[in-house]
């Protein structure tokens, strides 16, 4: 793979801690899961980066390999050897193809906070800037307010398909991809719910997504009314650390999810629902990430996707149906994350007037996975071109995906490539249905 200017920055997998002599155990992560990788290969085929490269570095097992022998002092972390750690997009798609339990994420998860003490002062503080920006509410509209003010824009969409297969009309299609502020009123402190009582939720807002799709929120917590859902909105939650923690900027990630356990008070809930699938599978870690912390399991185990809720629950006879054609894309947070796959599936069937259209390779990462389509451009690119191509084979008018970086990466493939499709959030088509 090619060196990019991305932020990483140039020289990103240069070492700067001093390195241990050769052969010393380094102990960063617990040899005893990857054992149990017998080299297979059955995880292979399911690797986004390796089905794009064919290369073994790029696969589940190889970064397993590799992993292996930077623990045990075999070898350093290179240039090479990092771009091949950090090509990899954490989508966990290797977890569930692997018959031998391997836990992948948290092996990947605890080798990148030792990688980041290594990398280039330069390239640190770029990743640094970049999870601060992402979880200060501030910051974050700051910095997103231009791209509200533009998104959706036209002409931006002409200059991206223009620039199609290049950064700068990657940039542009992202910039149109943004949905436009609309003035979006924030939502209540409490919704209570419609007819009998089925329990509480406490929904936690989101950092990106509160940012960038606020009316996603509303249509959330109007279907679990709907649903008899009584939801407190926890305002005060902050980012849960998922962001940084993918940067393997883990303490930092693990303070933000501390943070928000202490914001949730002390009235009871049935349960606790994320607004991005990303933040729905870190939480669901809590117990293992804040071990320490007694309240952190209990967190984990009521952490549910609103779809896989509202699925559970049912929801009323819709009002209206979705007359086009709708394709499903699984965002790998919720369905290699959390195996949350038949339920937006089953919510979408009760409403759409026509089958839901197969989509290939619908759980095939996008290339948006978290920040990596700053981190990671070309490989980012190359998968959306991809995901663009079982777009347009599938023939569908509508693609439903229930993750906000999903959402901006996929409709943002579609403006570079002037397709005639909307991109939208399952919860903003069950809201037409069921709300309007
Ligand atoms: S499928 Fe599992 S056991 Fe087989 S090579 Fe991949 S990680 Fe190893
Ligand atoms: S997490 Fe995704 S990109 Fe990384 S090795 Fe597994 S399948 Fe490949």
């Not at 623990?71 to 050897?81: D, F, K, Q, S, Y």
């Not at 398909?161 to 609309?182: D, Q, Y």
């Not at 729905?280 to 293992?288: D, I, N, P, S, V």
């Not at 949350?340 to 619908?362: H, N, Q, T, Y």
Request: one cysteine or more; aromatic letters at 2%; glycine letters at 10%.
């Amino acid at each position: 793979m090619a060196e990019t200017s991305h932020v990483n920055g140039p020289g990103s997998g240069e070492a700067t801690a001093p390195p241990e002599p050769r052969g010393t155990q380094r102990r960063f992560v617990d040899t005893a899961p990857l054992l149990a990788c017998v080299h297979c290969g059955l995880c292979q085929d399911a690797c986004p980066t390796y089905v794009e490269t064919g290369r073994e570095a790029d696969s589940p097992r190889g970064r397993i390999h590799l992993v292996r022998a930077l623990e045990e002092g075999r070898i350093e972390p290179t240039a090479e050897v990092t771009r091949h750690l950090d090509a990899c997009l954490g989508c966990l798609a290797c977890e569930t193809a692997c018959p031998s339990g391997v836990p992948y994420g948290a092996v990947i998860g605890a080798t990148r906070p030792w990688i980041e003490d290594r990398r280039g002062a330069p390239a640190r503080a770029a990743r640094r800037a970049l999870a601060a920006l992402l979880v200060r509410p501030f910051a974050r509209r700051i910095a997103f307010a231009p791209l509200r003010a533009v998104g959706g824009a036209s002409l931006l969409a002409r200059a991206a398909r223009r620039l199609h297969g290049t950064r700068a009309g990657s940039l542009l299609a992202f910039a149109a991809a943004v949905p436009p502020a609309r003035g979006t009123p924030a939502l209540p402190e409490v919704v209570e719910p419609v007819g009998t009582p089925r329990g509480t939720a406490l929904f936690l807002p989101g950092c990106v997504a509160e940012t960038l799709f606020p009316e996603t929120a509303h249509a959330t917590v109007g279907l679990l009314a709907a649903a008899g859902v009584r939801v407190r909105v926890a305002h005060r939650s902050g980012c849960c650390g998922a962001l940084p923690h993918h940067l393997g900027r883990a303490d930092d990630g693990r303070g933000l999810l501390r943070t928000l356990l202490r914001s949730l008070g002390d009235e009871p809930v049935d349960w606790i629902l994320p607004s991005a699938a990303g933040c729905g599978a870190h939480l669901r870690e809590a117990g293992h990430l804040l071990a320490e912390e007694p309240a952190a399991g209990a967190l984990a185990a009521k952490t549910i996707d609103p779809l896989a809720l509202l699925a559970r629950l049912g929801l009323p006879e819709p009002r209206r149906r979705i007359a086009e054609t709708v394709a499903v894309h699984d965002p790998c947070h919720l369905a290699h994350g959390q195996g949350v796959r038949e339920e937006p599936r089953a919510l979408l069937r009760a409403v759409c007037e026509k089958p839901l259209v197969p989509l290939r390779e619908s759980e095939l990462c996008c290339g948006s996975a978290g920040t990596y389509n700053l981190t990671e451009p070309e490989m980012a690119a190359r998968l959306l071109e991809r995901k663009i191509d079982a777009v347009v084979a599938s023939g569908a008018r509508i693609v439903a995906a229930a993750n906000p970086g999903c959402l901006v990466q996929v409709r943002s493939g579609a403006l570079s490539r002037g397709i005639d499709v909307r991109v939208e959030h399952p919860l903003d088509l069950l809201a037409r249905a069921h709300l309007d």
